[in-house]
């Protein structure tokens, strides 16, 4: 520990550790095992003092069943739409080559499947001195990056949900509702104004709403494991505009153009506070929610209605259907091996292969 209490990565050096194998195997068990009993008991002891403190008691809390009825019509109607997006990256010595997939379902059969191709090689100009051309590949303003790559799998998905064959339904996408990436500009890719368009449309349209599989907001979560199975609790500052606003090195001055740093303020105040921030549970994992305002109720009988169909997950199943058939229609396997096959028939499979991926298991 440092002078101020704080754990140091010497610290954590200093944590368990084995010089050999068999005192591993012998000890190891019995060691994980006492972690995780006293990790049970911890967190049944937190919940429990949780549902005593007034912060919790101040808390919206609410029922799913009121609307319930409603939402099974609604789903077994085909009046709503789940939507979920793949992505397969291959970077060869020119630059990546990526695989985006989308797809859309309801429970009447439709669907819609959109796939997209983008090549780095195709964005790089022609570089006459061989070194200089040699030396961008280094250059990572010449690269797509993981993010833009995201960005534009979740444009698409949301592009997806506005098909005008889904007009007349609630659309449900997995992940945050308005996704960091769609709210960042992307740099020198200058994409805040195309984004931002596309998630104001979807606010003023109030039918999207979204059901997110894993956060980094543990606090919601804890919450959420405190109320009971056929619950959902939000709160007046749980919204997605407040929620950013309050996110000081997001929101950095320094960090945006004068032009994009107004058009956010301006989103985040007349269009984000619209989306409401909810856990729901329905069995034993509660899950975070983004829905609009006007029919933030109604998202959350859907999300627990159709999650009733695989009670023990407590997930969504027409989002795990979407997930399903991005998977098959989409596979990364199928794309990697088209991508290596290529490069097979024109003699550069040894040289341009990753080496993990030639490795014997």
């Not at 429990?48 to 008691?57: A, C, I, R, S, V």
């Not at 799913?64 to 979920?84: C, Q, T």
Request: aromatic share 12%; glycine share 6%; proline share 2%.
């Amino acid at each position: 520990m440092s002078a101020s209490g704080q754990p140091t990565f010497e610290s954590l050096l200093s944590q368990k550790q084995w010089t050999d194998y068999s005192t591993f195997i012998s000890e190891a068990p019995k060691l994980y095992a006492g972690e995780i009993a006293e990790h049970v008991a911890a967190e049944a002891e937190l919940i429990q003092k949780l549902k005593q403190h007034e912060l919790f008691k101040k808390l919206t809390i609410r029922e799913v069943a009121p609307n319930l009825e409603k939402a099974a019509g609604l789903l077994h109607g085909g009046k709503v739409v789940a939507i979920d997006g793949t992505r397969s990256s291959y970077r060869t010595y020119s630059g990546m080559r990526c695989q985006i997939g989308v797809v859309a379902v309801n429970y009447s059969g439709d669907q819609i499947k959109r796939s997209f191709f983008i090549s780095e090689a195709g964005f790089q100009k022609p570089v006459d001195d061989i070194i200089q051309a040699v030396a961008k590949r280094n250059t990572a303003e010449d690269q797509i990056s993981e993010m833009v790559v995201r960005a534009l799998m979740l444009y698409r998905e949301r592009e997806a949900g506005m098909d005008d064959r889904f007009k007349d339904s609630y659309v449900m996408f997995h992940g945050p509702l308005l996704p960091f990436e769609l709210m960042t500009g992307l740099g020198r890719w200058r994409a805040l104004d195309k984004t931002l368009d596309v998630l104001e449309r979807i606010i003023r349209e109030k039918r999207f709403f979204s059901v997110i599989s894993t956060t980094a907001y543990q606090d919601y979560l804890t919450f959420g494991r405190a109320i009971e199975r056929g619950q959902y609790l939000t709160a007046s500052h749980y919204t997605v505009g407040h929620h950013i606003a309050d996110n000081r090195d997001f929101m950095a001055r320094e960090k945006w153009r004068d032009e994009e740093f107004m058009r956010m303020q301006q989103f985040l105040r007349n269009y984000a506070e619209q989306i409401w921030i909810g856990v729901i549970r329905i069995s034993d994992r509660p899950y975070v929610f983004h829905a609009h305002k006007d029919n933030f109720d109604l998202a959350a009988a859907i999300i627990a209605r159709d999650a009733m169909h695989q009670r023990e997950k407590g997930f969504p199943l027409l989002i795990d259907y979407a997930d399903t058939l991005c998977s098959h229609y989409f596979s990364t396997g199928d794309f990697n091996n088209m991508m290596e096959f290529e490069l097979a028939r024109h003699g550069e499979f040894l040289s341009e292969v990753p080496e993990q991926r030639l490795r014997l298991k």
